[in-house]
Antibody, heavy 120, light 108 residues
Framework: EVQLVESGGGLVQPGGSLRLSCAAS????????MNWVRQAPGKGLEWVSYISSSGSIIDYADSVEGRFTISRDNAKNSLYLQMNSLRAEDTAVYYC?????????????WGQGTLVTVSS | DIQMTQSPSSLSASVGDRVTITCRASQGISSYLAWYQQKPGKVPKLLIY???TLQSGVPSRFSGSGSGTDFTLTISSLQPEDVATYYC??????????FGGGTKVEIK
């Protein structure tokens, strides 16, 4: 059974940092691209970042470019999101999702999400 | 950047009604479009990919169509368990892998 479990969320002050993790199981994670998607309270889905299966291709939304860093450790079946210089508008539930299909791919499995709250 | 515009933003329909949601891309994206369903308080779920391919396990009352810039998600006979917000997403190129703004479906 495919499972994605996020961790690392919490309350952080503006300007602070957090590192999110996503533990994958039930599939060979090194064969799949992955991404992070977030959802602010009461708002829609917002794509955050993408990483290819090997880690050679990485993309970010403009809203997080230069502040967030996506990475993966295929040996540990893990995906990460390092978030620096956090702002109030980064407050959201952060989901990791597995991608499949052609081009960048669609998200066929999602984690349960981890809540990040940026507030003083 | 390619913008994804969904309409309507919300709708209310009766059980058994046919429901149609539209997603329009500001530039052509071929068939690189997915539809997701998010029930209240739940994780998004993949319904359709490649514009018209039903994900395994999704009820056949859901269908998708379109290519290029105009896409449609149809629920042929609305059921109470279909109350949710529906999102389209393009995945042909990044950044960004843009989502539509969502369509909230309620029962009348």
């Amino acid at each position: 059974e495919v499972q994605l479990v996020e961790s690392g969320g919490g309350l952080v002050q503006p300007g602070g940092s957090l590192r999110l993790s996503c533990a994958a199981s039930g599939f060979t994670s090194s064969s799949y691209s992955m991404n992070w998607v977030r959802q602010a309270p009461g708002k829609g889905l917002e794509w955050v970042s993408y990483i290819s299966s090997s880690g050679s291709i990485i993309d970010y939304a403009d809203s997080v470019e230069g502040r967030f860093t996506i990475s993966r450790d295929n040996a540990k079946n893990s995906l990460y999101l390092q978030m620096n210089s956090l702002r109030a508008e980064d407050t959201a539930v952060y989901y990791c999702a597995r991608l499949r299909g052609f081009s960048y791919g669609y998200a066929d499995y999602w984690g349960q999400g981890t809540l990040v709250t940026v507030s003083s | 950047d390619i913008q994804m515009t969904q309409s309507p933003s919300s709708l209310s329909a009766s059980v058994g009604d046919r429901v149609t949601i539209t997603c329009r891309a500001s530039q052509g994206i071929s068939s690189y479009l997915a539809w997701y369903q998010q029930k209240p308080g739940k994780v998004p779920k993949l319904l359709i990919y490649a514009a018209s391919t039903l994900q395994s396990g999704v009820p056949s009352r859901f269908s998708g169509s379109g290519s290029g810039t105009d896409f449609t998600l149809t629920i042929s006979s609305l059921q109470p368990e279909d109350v949710a917000t529906y999102y389209c997403q393009k995945y042909n190129s990044a950044p960004p892998l843009t989502f539509g703004g969502g369509t909230k479906v309620e029962i009348k």
